[in-house]
């Protein structure tokens, strides 16, 4: 739940999230996270299903993480969030241990296709949200990773509709998934394995 510890650190990311917005931090230097009603939904997904494992691609400075973490811990479940810039492991780390979730939250540094190359973990709901240009091998990587009823979120369909139009398609024409674009903030493609 939303404990005050969580609310706390997600309102003051959100204040340097905008405050650096304002000062035209470059995108590179930002935390880049998703915006809160992105956040309450992602919670709302991860709460819904008992001991959930989600797997996060693109962590920044553990914003979602945060949001994902605080729904996992509803009924046990835990989220494992990678993330390849140093600076921003360093604060990830910070962030989650400040909002109480290090027992429900667990950080792999390093480039997410070294690391999901060499997983062996399975996991239920899949929070996509790197690079876009990646997204579509990423998603490849993730894929085998999911058994039928996981679901896949991709962050941004909507604001990056000319990068990723081509990853939607992909996903609404597989047989293996039922795939949507749902209007919410940034757009959101949901994605959900078929038996
Ligand atoms: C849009 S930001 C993520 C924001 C975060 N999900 C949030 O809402 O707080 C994308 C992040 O993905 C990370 N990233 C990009 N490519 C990556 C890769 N191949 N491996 C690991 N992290 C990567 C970037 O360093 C950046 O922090």
Redesign the pocket.
Known sequence: MLDERVRTVLARLEEEDLAERDAGVPGAQR????APTTGRFLFALAASQDGIEVL?I???????SIWLASGARLLGGRVLS????PV?CTAWRENVTAAGLDEWAELIAG???ATLTATEDTFDLVFL???KD?YERLFALARPLLEPGGLVVADNVLSHVETLAAYSAARQADATLSSVTVPLDRGLEISVVLG
């Open positions: 935390s880049r996270q998703i996060e693109g962590a920044s400075r553990g914003y979602s990678l993330e390849h810039d921003k480039d997410a296709f949200d790197a690079e990646d």
